[in-house]
């Protein structure tokens, strides 16, 4: 909405999550709380200034730029964070929406929705509302006569109070020549000792200022993380909003109950996802593409028509169209393969480039090496990258032929259409279309297994 300012509050220190970092950097479903709230603002409105506390790069870095940031340095309560936004809404002769940055669930719709009834009405002040079942812990809102008179805290309540279950979400339209006179009259007189921003309701109420409130149409918006519960159950609704809108979108997802995907990650129309899947922190997934049991997919790309048989681990890498991967590999970061490249089982790759149609069925370890087209990579070879100091490099050409059970000691490079006989040690280049063999040459000793048996026959019995 055109000249709306939002003041998002994210100085509070987070208590009950009993952790080391801000509660506004934990994750919901792969991204950062506070991005929740910044996203919102940037939707709705045209100004940002968001509260922070003490310590709080983390959250600056997240904000990212274009956003006005402020420090409480005290954290004396939610209206003394809104008061040290004021320098920088000095200009502001509009509406202010304050957002709390715990409540990641709310929708567009939803602020718009307030943001419009504000204007329309001309309130000095309105509420977003949530009538819930268990208001327990969340801000009582008071009315009398209909009409809205004071919130009260939860921990200030009286009994009576407490069975109200018009709970206030923290989401706030003011009118700005009206909240800061009505927010420095705020006293901390309550059960904390804070400076709360609701009592700048029951303030504006009691001057005669008409106070409207909405309420949300879906109770689950309102929902706040103050303890790492809450954040369990609230990622669980927001993870199966996730699932839904993919699945709208055309993506066929067997267990929804079992499938974890970040709202970061991408995935393309009719690709099919098998149950136990986790695919996080910003994956994309083409079309049509299979993603077998258990595997997990992080900050990967995959492209179209790609196949991921069973349990594969993939971190960091990408996968071009067609390819076939496990069940069963493990692809550590910066790995690439191409265009219809076959990936079996047990393989791990590491810093590995794979060419178009490159094989490599059974069991080994692909690392640091960067392979050709059309290569073929036998069961149980091993690319020996590390001397115990350094990291080496392989390359295999096109075409090349490795075959099992073969030790690839870098750094070396093996030539295009190359034969590397199986059970070998290789430790020198090999030259295109060279075949290399290292391994003692067979014996064979004609009719000594049956001398053998002769021997051991005519020997007296014991
Ligand atoms: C607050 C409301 C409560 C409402 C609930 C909805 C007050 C006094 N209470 O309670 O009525 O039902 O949200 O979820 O406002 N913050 C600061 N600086 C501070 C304190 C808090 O920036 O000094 C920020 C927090 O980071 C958070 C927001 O303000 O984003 C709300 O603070 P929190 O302590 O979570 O308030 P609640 O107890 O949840
Ligand atoms: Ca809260």
């Not at 969340?138 to 009315?143: A, D, M, P, S």
């Not at 918006?221 to 055309?250: F, K, P, S, Y």
């Not at 149980?380 to 490795?402: C, E, I, L, S």
Request: aromatic content about 4%; overall charge neutral.
């Amino acid at each position: 909405m055109h000249g709306l300012t939002t003041v998002i509050l994210a100085a509070g220190e987070g208590k009950r999550m009993r952790s080391r970092q801000p509660k506004v950097l934990h994750e919901l479903c792969g991204r950062p709380l506070i991005s929740y709230s910044l996203r919102l603002a940037r939707m709705v409105g045209d100004r940002i200034v968001l509260v922070v506390g003490p310590n709080a790069d983390g959250v600056r870095a997240v904000a990212g730029d274009g956003v006005g940031i402020v420090e409480q340095r005290e954290r004396l309560g939610t209206g003394h964070a809104v008061l040290q936004a004021r320098p920088q809404c000095e200009a502001v002769v509009g509406p202010i929406l304050v957002l709390p940055s715990d409540v990641p669930l709310l929708s567009v719709e939803t602020i718009e929705r307030l943001v419009g009834h504000h204007a329309t009405t001309g309130a000095a002040a309105t509420l977003l509302t949530a009538i819930v079942d268990r208001p327990h812990g969340y801000g009582r809102v008071l009315r009398q006569g209909g009409r809205v008179k004071r919130i009260v805290e939860d921990r200030d309540a009286t009994d009576d109070e407490k069975k109200v279950s018009e709970i206030n979400t923290s989401v706030y339209c003011f009118d700005s020549r009206r909240l800061w006179p009505a927010l420095e009259r705020v006293r901390p007189e309550n059960d904390q000792g804070e400076y709360y921003l609701t009592d700048a309701i029951g303030l504006l109420a009691k001057a005669g200022g008409r106070i409207e409130a909405i309420a949300v149409e879906d109770p689950e918006e309102a929902l706040g993380v103050n303890d790492r519960r809450q954040l369990a159950a609230l990622a669980a609704i927001q993870r199966r909003r996730i699932l839904d809108r993919h699945m709208l979108a055309g993506v066929t997802i067997m267990d929804p109950a079992t499938t974890y995907i970040d709202d970061t990650v991408t995935i393309g129309p009719d690709t099919v996802i098998y149950p136990n899947v986790i695919i996080d922190v910003a994956s994309e997934i083409g079309g049509d593409c299979v993603i077998g049991a258990g595997c997990q997919i992080r900050a990967t790309r995959l492209g179209d028509r790609v196949s991921l048989k069973p349990y594969c681990v993939l971190t960091e890498s990408v996968i071009d169209n067609g390819a076939v991967m496990g069940p069963f590999c493990h692809l550590r970061p910066k790995s690439h393969v191409g265009e219809n490249a076959e990936i079996g089982n047990f393989i791990e790759l590491k810093k590995a480039k794979v060419g178009r149609r490159t094989k490599a069925h059974h069991v080994g370890y692909l690392g640091d090496v960067t392979i050709g087209d059309g290569a073929n990579i036998g069961a149980g070879t091993v690319f020996v990258n590390y001397d115990g100091a350094a990291k080496h490099q392989t390359v295999v050409g096109d075409g090349a032929f490795v075959g099992s059970n073969t030790s690839i000691v870098a750094p070396l490079t093996i030539g295009e259409g190359a034969y590397v006989a199986a059970g070998s040690v290789i430790t020198k280049d090999v030259p295109a279309d060279a075949l290399a063999v290292e391994r003692a040459p067979q014996v064979v000793k004609e009719g000594w297994a049956a001398r053998r048996r002769e021997k051991r026959a005519a020997k007296p019995k014991e």
